[in-house]
Protein backbone atom coordinates (compact mmCIF):
# COMPACT_ATOMS: atom_id res chain seq x y z
CA UNK A 1 0.00 0.00 0.00
CA UNK A 2 1.41 3.16 -0.99
CA UNK A 3 1.56 5.67 2.48
CA UNK A 4 -0.63 8.23 0.86
CA UNK A 5 -3.83 4.98 0.49
CA UNK A 6 -6.81 6.50 2.06
CA UNK A 7 -7.68 3.87 5.09
CA UNK A 8 -10.52 3.90 7.03
CA UNK A 9 -10.37 2.05 10.64
CA UNK A 10 -13.54 1.10 11.76
CA UNK A 11 -14.47 0.71 15.27
CA UNK A 12 -14.03 3.82 17.33
CA UNK A 13 -12.49 4.31 20.47
CA UNK A 14 -11.66 0.55 22.29
CA UNK A 15 -8.09 -1.21 22.07
CA UNK A 16 -7.84 -2.75 18.83
CA UNK A 17 -8.71 0.41 17.05
CA UNK A 18 -6.38 2.96 19.21
CA UNK A 19 -3.75 0.72 18.48
CA UNK A 20 -4.59 0.21 15.03
CA UNK A 21 -4.35 3.99 14.67
CA UNK A 22 -0.97 4.01 16.56
CA UNK A 23 0.92 1.61 14.32
CA UNK A 24 -0.63 2.71 11.13
CA UNK A 25 0.43 6.33 11.82
CA UNK A 26 4.10 5.34 13.48
CA UNK A 27 4.41 3.48 9.86
CA UNK A 28 3.72 6.52 7.55
CA UNK A 29 -0.09 6.41 6.74
CA UNK A 30 -1.45 10.02 7.04
CA UNK A 31 -4.85 9.35 4.80
CA UNK A 32 -6.66 7.68 7.74
CA UNK A 33 -10.77 8.17 8.25
CA UNK A 34 -12.01 8.28 11.83
CA UNK A 35 -15.44 8.35 12.80
CA UNK A 36 -17.03 8.37 16.41
CA UNK A 37 -20.10 6.43 16.75
CA UNK A 38 -22.24 10.00 17.17
CA UNK A 39 -20.35 11.01 13.75
CA UNK A 40 -20.80 7.76 11.92
CA UNK A 41 -23.65 5.44 13.35
CA UNK A 42 -21.94 1.75 11.65
CA UNK A 43 -25.93 0.44 12.26
CA UNK A 44 -27.59 2.94 10.22
CA UNK A 45 -26.69 1.78 6.53
CA UNK A 46 -27.99 4.91 4.81
CA UNK A 47 -25.66 6.92 6.89
CA UNK A 48 -22.63 4.03 6.36
CA UNK A 49 -23.40 4.59 2.45
CA UNK A 50 -23.10 8.39 2.13
CA UNK A 51 -19.74 7.82 4.09
CA UNK A 52 -17.99 5.27 1.12
CA UNK A 53 -19.79 7.42 -1.50
CA UNK A 54 -18.45 10.46 -0.08
CA UNK A 55 -15.17 9.43 1.30
CA UNK A 56 -14.10 6.08 -1.10
CA UNK A 57 -11.76 4.25 1.21
CA UNK A 58 -9.35 2.46 -0.39
CA UNK A 59 -9.14 0.10 2.22
CA UNK A 60 -11.01 -0.83 5.79
CA UNK A 61 -10.01 -2.45 8.62
CA UNK A 62 -13.52 -3.85 10.49
CA UNK A 63 -12.94 -3.43 13.81
CA UNK A 64 -15.95 -2.33 15.05
CA UNK A 65 -18.13 -4.43 17.13
CA UNK A 66 -20.85 -4.80 20.33
CA UNK A 67 -19.39 -5.99 22.65
CA UNK A 68 -20.36 -7.17 26.13
CA UNK A 69 -19.77 -9.22 29.84
CA UNK A 70 -19.84 -13.03 29.07
CA UNK A 71 -23.31 -12.32 31.69
CA UNK A 72 -24.69 -9.78 29.55
CA UNK A 73 -24.59 -11.72 26.27
CA UNK A 74 -26.20 -14.34 27.93
CA UNK A 75 -29.14 -11.44 29.04
CA UNK A 76 -29.12 -9.80 25.41
CA UNK A 77 -28.30 -12.18 22.47
CA UNK A 78 -30.51 -10.43 20.27
CA UNK A 79 -29.56 -7.23 20.56
CA UNK A 80 -25.76 -8.79 20.19
CA UNK A 81 -26.42 -11.05 17.62
CA UNK A 82 -28.29 -8.18 15.54
CA UNK A 83 -26.11 -5.15 16.01
CA UNK A 84 -23.07 -6.87 15.60
CA UNK A 85 -24.74 -8.13 12.17
CA UNK A 86 -26.02 -4.35 11.56
CA UNK A 87 -22.58 -3.30 11.87
CA UNK A 88 -20.56 -6.03 9.82
CA UNK A 89 -23.07 -6.31 6.89
CA UNK A 90 -23.50 -2.48 6.70
CA UNK A 91 -19.88 -1.62 6.40
CA UNK A 92 -18.64 -4.94 4.04
CA UNK A 93 -21.91 -3.95 1.77
CA UNK A 94 -20.69 -0.59 1.22
CA UNK A 95 -16.94 -1.36 0.81
CA UNK A 96 -17.93 -3.54 -1.57
CA UNK A 97 -20.48 -1.02 -3.40
CA UNK A 98 -17.84 1.68 -3.84
CA UNK A 99 -14.87 -0.31 -4.71
CA UNK A 100 -13.05 -0.91 -1.71
CA UNK A 101 -9.84 -2.22 -2.62
CA UNK A 102 -8.88 -4.56 0.47
CA UNK A 103 -11.11 -5.27 3.70
CA UNK A 104 -10.04 -6.56 6.33
CA UNK A 105 -12.67 -8.16 9.06
CA UNK A 106 -11.54 -8.80 13.26
CA UNK A 107 -13.27 -11.82 13.81
CA UNK A 108 -12.85 -13.22 17.41
CA UNK A 109 -12.38 -16.93 17.77
CA UNK A 110 -15.76 -17.76 19.40
CA UNK A 111 -16.85 -18.71 16.09
CA UNK A 112 -15.39 -22.20 16.80
CA UNK A 113 -17.27 -24.94 17.78
CA UNK A 114 -17.18 -25.86 21.40
CA UNK A 115 -15.72 -29.17 21.10
CA UNK A 116 -13.26 -29.51 18.43
CA UNK A 117 -9.81 -30.46 18.80
CA UNK A 118 -7.02 -28.48 20.32
CA UNK A 119 -5.32 -25.93 19.39
CA UNK A 120 -8.51 -25.04 16.85
CA UNK A 121 -7.65 -24.95 12.86
CA UNK A 122 -9.33 -22.56 10.56
CA UNK A 123 -11.03 -25.65 9.01
CA UNK A 124 -13.17 -26.81 11.78
CA UNK A 125 -15.54 -23.65 11.11
CA UNK A 126 -18.92 -24.71 11.06
CA UNK A 127 -18.45 -28.17 12.20
CA UNK A 128 -19.88 -28.05 15.35
CA UNK A 129 -21.73 -26.08 17.80
CA UNK A 130 -20.80 -23.26 19.33
CA UNK A 131 -20.26 -22.28 23.53
CA UNK A 132 -23.90 -21.07 24.59
CA UNK A 133 -22.63 -17.87 26.01
CA UNK A 134 -21.16 -16.52 22.97
CA UNK A 135 -22.99 -18.03 20.55
CA UNK A 136 -24.77 -14.69 19.76
CA UNK A 137 -21.12 -12.60 19.37
CA UNK A 138 -19.64 -15.64 17.64
CA UNK A 139 -22.24 -16.30 14.89
CA UNK A 140 -22.49 -12.82 14.00
CA UNK A 141 -18.63 -13.05 13.07
CA UNK A 142 -19.45 -15.92 11.25
CA UNK A 143 -21.66 -13.99 8.95
CA UNK A 144 -18.62 -11.30 8.51
CA UNK A 145 -16.20 -13.97 7.37
CA UNK A 146 -18.08 -15.67 5.32
CA UNK A 147 -19.24 -12.33 3.39
CA UNK A 148 -15.82 -11.48 3.19
CA UNK A 149 -15.17 -15.32 1.51
CA UNK A 150 -18.04 -14.73 -0.89
CA UNK A 151 -17.03 -11.31 -1.86
CA UNK A 152 -13.35 -12.90 -2.46
CA UNK A 153 -14.86 -15.90 -4.13
CA UNK A 154 -17.26 -13.87 -6.52
CA UNK A 155 -15.32 -10.87 -7.16
CA UNK A 156 -11.73 -11.93 -6.48
CA UNK A 157 -11.10 -8.93 -3.95
CA UNK A 158 -9.31 -8.85 -1.15
CA UNK A 159 -11.74 -8.85 1.46
CA UNK A 160 -10.66 -11.54 4.50
CA UNK A 161 -10.62 -11.71 8.26
CA UNK A 162 -8.20 -12.41 10.85
CA UNK A 163 -8.98 -14.34 14.23
CA UNK A 164 -7.36 -13.34 17.38
CA UNK A 165 -7.52 -14.90 20.57
CA UNK A 166 -8.16 -13.02 23.81
CA UNK A 167 -7.00 -9.20 23.41
CA UNK A 168 -5.96 -7.80 26.49
CA UNK A 169 -3.49 -4.26 26.21
CA UNK A 170 -3.77 -0.42 27.12
CA UNK A 171 -6.61 1.24 25.60
CA UNK A 172 -8.84 -1.40 26.81
CA UNK A 173 -12.33 -0.79 28.99
CA UNK A 174 -11.93 -1.97 32.60
CA UNK A 175 -15.66 -1.67 33.61
CA UNK A 176 -16.37 -5.27 34.34
CA UNK A 177 -19.75 -5.12 32.35
CA UNK A 178 -17.24 -4.54 29.09
CA UNK A 179 -13.96 -5.50 29.95
CA UNK A 180 -12.05 -8.54 28.36
CA UNK A 181 -10.68 -11.51 30.84
CA UNK A 182 -7.63 -9.57 31.64
CA UNK A 183 -9.03 -6.04 32.29
CA UNK A 184 -11.95 -7.39 34.16
CA UNK A 185 -9.71 -9.36 36.84
CA UNK A 186 -7.50 -6.24 37.05
CA UNK A 187 -10.43 -4.11 37.78
CA UNK A 188 -11.60 -6.67 40.38
CA UNK A 189 -8.24 -6.95 42.37
CA UNK A 190 -7.58 -3.09 42.39
CA UNK A 191 -10.77 -2.07 43.77
CA UNK A 192 -10.55 -4.74 46.43
CA UNK A 193 -7.53 -4.17 47.69
CA UNK A 194 -8.57 0.07 47.47
CA UNK A 195 -11.67 -1.23 50.05
CA UNK A 196 -9.65 -3.80 52.00
CA UNK A 197 -11.50 -6.40 51.23
CA UNK A 198 -10.33 -9.59 51.97
CA UNK A 199 -11.18 -12.42 49.39
CA UNK A 200 -11.95 -11.61 45.57
CA UNK A 201 -14.22 -14.18 43.66
CA UNK A 202 -13.29 -15.30 40.22
CA UNK A 203 -15.93 -16.56 38.12
CA UNK A 204 -13.81 -19.52 36.21
CA UNK A 205 -12.78 -22.58 37.20
CA UNK A 206 -9.02 -22.69 38.24
CA UNK A 207 -7.91 -25.15 36.02
CA UNK A 208 -9.77 -23.58 32.89
CA UNK A 209 -6.82 -22.73 30.21
CA UNK A 210 -6.78 -19.36 28.20
CA UNK A 211 -4.61 -17.86 25.62
CA UNK A 212 -3.95 -14.16 25.14
CA UNK A 213 -2.51 -11.67 22.50
CA UNK A 214 -1.40 -8.01 23.35
CA UNK A 215 -3.13 -5.34 21.33
CA UNK A 216 -0.08 -4.12 19.58
CA UNK A 217 0.30 -7.78 18.30
CA UNK A 218 -3.31 -7.62 17.01
CA UNK A 219 -2.49 -4.12 15.05
CA UNK A 220 1.22 -5.67 13.79
CA UNK A 221 -0.93 -9.10 12.22
CA UNK A 222 -3.33 -6.73 11.00
CA UNK A 223 -0.60 -4.19 8.90
CA UNK A 224 1.72 -7.19 7.75
CA UNK A 225 -1.57 -9.45 6.38
CA UNK A 226 -2.67 -6.00 4.68
CA UNK A 227 0.64 -4.91 3.15
CA UNK A 228 1.17 -8.50 2.12
CA UNK A 229 -1.53 -10.60 0.22
CA UNK A 230 -3.02 -13.66 1.08
CA UNK A 231 -5.82 -16.22 -0.01
CA UNK A 232 -6.80 -17.52 2.79
CA UNK A 233 -10.42 -16.20 4.27
CA UNK A 234 -9.33 -16.29 7.86
CA UNK A 235 -5.95 -16.86 9.43
CA UNK A 236 -5.96 -17.48 13.09
CA UNK A 237 -3.36 -15.17 15.34
CA UNK A 238 -2.11 -16.05 18.62
CA UNK A 239 0.59 -16.92 20.85
CA UNK A 240 0.15 -20.85 20.78
CA UNK A 241 1.03 -20.35 24.25
CA UNK A 242 -1.65 -21.27 27.30
CA UNK A 243 -2.23 -20.02 31.07
CA UNK A 244 -4.66 -21.22 33.44
CA UNK A 245 -6.96 -19.17 34.80
CA UNK A 246 -5.48 -19.69 38.53
CA UNK A 247 -2.01 -18.58 37.49
CA UNK A 248 -3.38 -15.62 35.48
CA UNK A 249 -5.29 -14.72 38.47
CA UNK A 250 -1.97 -15.03 40.77
CA UNK A 251 -0.10 -13.04 38.39
CA UNK A 252 -2.73 -10.16 37.98
CA UNK A 253 -3.01 -10.41 41.82
CA UNK A 254 1.09 -10.09 42.19
CA UNK A 255 0.81 -7.09 39.58
CA UNK A 256 -1.55 -5.54 41.64
CA UNK A 257 -0.33 -6.10 45.07
CA UNK A 258 -3.61 -6.90 46.20
CA UNK A 259 -2.56 -10.20 49.45
CA UNK A 260 -5.81 -11.28 50.80
CA UNK A 261 -7.39 -14.23 49.05
CA UNK A 262 -8.70 -15.56 45.61
CA UNK A 263 -11.70 -16.99 45.23
CA UNK A 264 -12.91 -19.78 42.40
CA UNK A 265 -16.78 -19.54 41.79
CA UNK A 266 -17.79 -23.00 40.18
CA UNK A 267 -21.23 -22.47 40.32
CA UNK A 268 -21.61 -20.09 37.55
CA UNK A 269 -22.03 -21.35 34.23
CA UNK A 270 -18.93 -23.05 32.42
CA UNK A 271 -18.03 -22.71 29.06
CA UNK A 272 -15.10 -24.75 27.40
CA UNK A 273 -11.78 -25.15 30.02
CA UNK A 274 -9.74 -24.73 26.87
CA UNK A 275 -9.66 -22.36 23.97
CA UNK A 276 -6.15 -22.20 21.59
CA UNK A 277 -5.69 -21.12 18.56
CA UNK A 278 -3.65 -23.40 16.33
CA UNK A 279 -1.73 -20.37 14.62
CA UNK A 280 0.71 -22.40 11.88
CA UNK A 281 -1.29 -21.21 8.71
CA UNK A 282 -0.45 -17.45 10.32
CA UNK A 283 3.27 -18.40 10.80
CA UNK A 284 3.77 -19.19 7.11
CA UNK A 285 3.43 -14.97 6.72
CA UNK A 286 4.22 -13.77 9.78
CA UNK A 287 6.20 -13.64 13.04
CA UNK A 288 4.31 -15.20 16.43
CA UNK A 289 2.65 -13.18 18.31
CA UNK A 290 4.98 -11.82 21.76
CA UNK A 291 4.59 -14.49 24.68
CA UNK A 292 5.96 -11.54 27.36
CA UNK A 293 2.40 -12.12 29.13
CA UNK A 294 3.38 -10.87 32.69
CA UNK A 295 5.42 -7.51 31.41
CA UNK A 296 2.70 -6.56 28.82
CA UNK A 297 -0.06 -6.94 31.86
CA UNK A 298 2.08 -4.83 33.91
CA UNK A 299 2.44 -2.24 31.17
CA UNK A 300 -1.38 -2.72 30.84
CA UNK A 301 -1.91 -2.27 34.96
CA UNK A 302 0.18 1.34 34.69
CA UNK A 303 -2.09 2.29 31.68
CA UNK A 304 -5.28 1.61 33.95
CA UNK A 305 -3.71 3.74 37.02
CA UNK A 306 -2.92 6.29 34.68
CA UNK A 307 -7.00 7.02 33.79
CA UNK A 308 -7.72 6.47 37.10
Known sequence: MEKHTKIYIAGHGWLVWSALVKKFQSEGYSN???KTSKELDLRNQTDVNCFFEKEQPEVVILAAAKVWWV????TYPFDMLYENIQIQTNVIWAANTYNTKKLLFISSSTIYPSECNQPIKETVLLEGKLDPLH???GLAKICGIKLCEKIQKQSNKEFFALVPTNIYGVWDHFEETRAHVIGALMTRFHNAKNNNIQNVSVRWSWNALREFIYVDDVADACYFFLTHPTSSPHINIGTSQEISIKDLSCMIK????YTWEIIFDTTKPEWRLKRKLDTS????YWRNASTSLESWIQKTYEYFLSIL
Open 281 to 284: LAKT
Open 32 to 34: ILL
Open 254 to 257: KIVW
Open 71 to 74: QTNA
Open 135 to 137: ESY
